[in-house]
């Protein structure tokens, strides 16, 4: 039974400490897309994405309204396009970006994922001409993300992946280096990506998913934050159960929202992902939760494990409001868009080789980092790598979305706006690894993948 004390309580976490759905976002096969007239094969595209996301935005304006939840984002994600555009006699992929571009601007929609390949074990003709097409892709569109699997804990490491997707961001960078190399801000580089993810950049729609789908993500680290206010000074096991019950209550509105889209539009609901992702907002910060804890400053001894706590907790108090979690689901630590992470960077007190550290135990990896933009190449596939191999060896989800800032040094501060936030230049290792990272060939799986 829901009574008025909890109604109360739902509404103030709504109107004063954030929190919201994120995104309702609707994956949509392409599979059956693919057409040798690479001009044909784009219409398809741009049809079926418009004639299955029709709704999309209309139905999710009117859950806000009725229930007084704010919806932040409506996406699409769709199969990755180096599978779906296979067939199509082109190395042209830019074409079907813009298809897919034309029609998320034509639905409204925020943003649209999945120009994406999977090339843990190897490439297809497909993926390299994906591949090939990314930066100019990104940089001539504005809705469309990218993401590249490049490794998992079953196949191990394509390090020649690892090494090509280091150049790509590079090139990304350049082609938009009068926005900051914003391109680099829509490219994410994955180890074990999953296929039902809802949030941007690394959304697409996994070829284990049906026809068409509805995944919704919540958020909420303002309503944590609130919440562990209420304990502070108590042992750790009180704040764990804080937690869990708080992300109870923010995931058992994910599912309101998610069944009710569900049956408006006549899509199977898939999952609900319940990530804490913070915003630039100030009170929206995954940082200030940890700074709650009992650290002067994230960043500080004690954040690493602070974080695990956080991520643990979440997951534990999700699963028990919803027997369809999903995606990603734990706590995300993405530096542009966290008040909290941006003021630690700007002050020294956060590193990279901290947030390196960080990701063991939390939701993806190095997020939204600008780097300067003389960073090398071979650097940035270095950090693909460690990522990855962070991914690799825990059977978890690391990624990568690294911006080297064209003509920006340490210091400096990148505008990106919106959701995506600011960046302070972040200061990495110079020290070259060009030898390891030129060597190619494949990172063997772990000996634990062999569970078969």
Known sequence: MVNTG????????????????????????????????????????????????EKLVPTALTIE???GIPVINKRVSVTPIAIACEPAETDDYVQFALAMDRAADDLGIDFIGG??????????????????????ALASTGKVCSSVNIGSTKAGINMDAVALMGRTVKKAAELTAD???????????????????????????????PECVIN??????????????????????VVAETVKKTAFRVTRMGQLVAQEASARLGVPFGIVDLSLAPTPAVGDSVADILEEMG??????PGTTAALALL?????????????????????????????????????GFLTIEKLEAMTCVCSVGLDMIAVPGDTSAETISGMIADEAAIGMINNK?????????????????????????????????????KELVDRGGRIPAPIHSLRN
Do not use: W
């Open 115 to 136: 120009f994406s390949a999977l090339v843990q074990k190897g490439f297809t003709t497909g993926d390299r001409k994906l591949i090939a097409s990314i930066p100019e």
């Open 397 to 433: 989800t690391t990624a990568v979305r690294i911006i080297p800032a064209p003509g920006c040094g340490v210091g400096d501060v990148v505008e990106f706006g919106g959701l995506l936030g600011s960046a302070p230049v972040m200061p990495v290792n110079t020290k070259s690894c």
């Open 179 to 209: 926005a900051g190399g914003s391109a680099c801000a829509k490219l994410v580089i994955f180890c074990n990506a999953v296929e039902d993810n809802p949030f941007m950049a690394g959304a697409f729609h996994g070829v284990g998913e």
């Open 295 to 300: 650290l002067e400053s994230v960043g500080a």
């Open 216 to 237: 919704v993500g919540v958020s909420g680290p303002g309503v944590v934050k609130t919440a562990l206010e209420e304990v502070r000074g108590e042992p750790f096991d």
């Open 311 to 347: 991520n643990d907790a979440v997951k534990k108090g999700g699963v028990m409001a919803s027997s369809n979690v999903g995606g990603l689901s734990g706590a995300f630590i993405p530096v542009s868009e966290d008040a909290g992470m941006i003021r630690a960077a700007k002050s």
């Open 65 to 67: 309204r009725e229930f």
């Open 6 to 53: 909890e109604i109360l309580q739902t509404i103030e976490m709504i109107s004063q400490q954030h929190l919201d759905i994120r995104t309702v976002t609707m994956g949509i096969s392409l599979r059956d897309c693919g057409d040798p007239d690479a001009k044909r094969c784009a219409e398809k595209i741009y049809e079926k994405i418009c004639r299955k996301a």
